[in-house]
């Protein structure tokens, strides 16, 4: 069975409180001790705690003095590069919590947003019921949500097999255009059209008498009719 993950918080029963220290007591000065012969290195404990009047001390207190003595005897950066009291503990307990605080904040207006947008969908409420910030994370998150399903969509794309058994190749991503600029594309593709040249084969060739040969627009309109041409021949 699974031991049962324990809070850390302050525990409010005094019985529970002494049981859960001279628990926690002996299990800290056993993982000092198998530090210092795993790691070769010199470390101690001391431990003082209002259930007994004097500290719990590991090594013997000769051996953790002179381990003190030594770390005293070092410079300064050294002995409070990773110094931790208790307000800094508390420091970083409270930006670890505002962090928190953040994303999940964060991960319920998502919720809502999806909620919101539901509703919207099912006729059950209008942009018109929203306020400005609503509706501005409304867009915010739809817009989110197509970006999402336009990289699922070009990422299977890219996955399909051509049909001879080859991979696909990679396919380039189209920008979406707004009606406005379908409109001018279409506006400039016709202006595009009636500037272009004609194409070679809408030009025929008239042989006039003594090879004064000349190119003529091709049978377009009103000049189907060959007799427009008058005497001259077609090649």
Excluded at 76 to 81: G, S
Excluded at 84 to 93: G, P, S, T, V
Excluded at 159 to 176: E, F, I, R, T
Excluded at 179 to 203: F, G, H
Aim: charged share 30%; proline share 8%; aromatic share 8%.
């Amino acid at each position: 069975m699974a031991r049962k993950k324990v809070q850390l918080q302050w525990i409010m029963n005094d019985t529970a409180r002494r049981t859960t220290y001279k628990k926690r007591m002996k299990g800290l000065m056993k993982k000092v001790k198998e530090l210092s012969i795993l790691c070769g290195i010199e470390a101690c404990a001391i431990v003082h705690s209002p259930y007994d009047p004097q500290p719990e001390v590991w090594p013997p207190p000769m051996e953790t003095v002179r381990m003190i003595w030594e770390f005293k005897c070092r410079p300064e950066n050294d002995q409070t590069k990773k110094r931790l009291n208790q307000e800094n503990y508390m420091r970083q307990r409270v930006v670890k919590a505002k962090d928190q605080l953040e994303k999940q904040q964060k991960k319920n207006r998502r919720i809502e947003m999806e909620n919101l947008m539901y509703q919207c969908q099912a006729g059950e409420k209008g942009l018109q019921d929203m306020s400005i910030k609503d509706s501005s994370d409304l867009m915010w998150f739809i817009d989110d949500r197509l970006k999402a399903v336009g990289h699922k969509m070009e990422y299977f794309h890219h996955q399909a097999p051509q049909p001879g058994g080859a991979a696909a190749q990679a396919a380039v991503p189209v920008a979406q255009k707004t009606p406005l600029e379908v409109a001018l594309e279409l506006l400039e593709n016709e202006m595009l059209m009636d500037v272009a040249p004609r194409p070679t084969d809408s030009l025929v060739t008239v042989g006039y008498p003594r090879g004064q040969d000349m190119m003529h627009p091709g049978p377009y309109g009103h000049y189907e009719d060959p007799s427009f041409w008058g005497p001259p021949f077609f090649t």
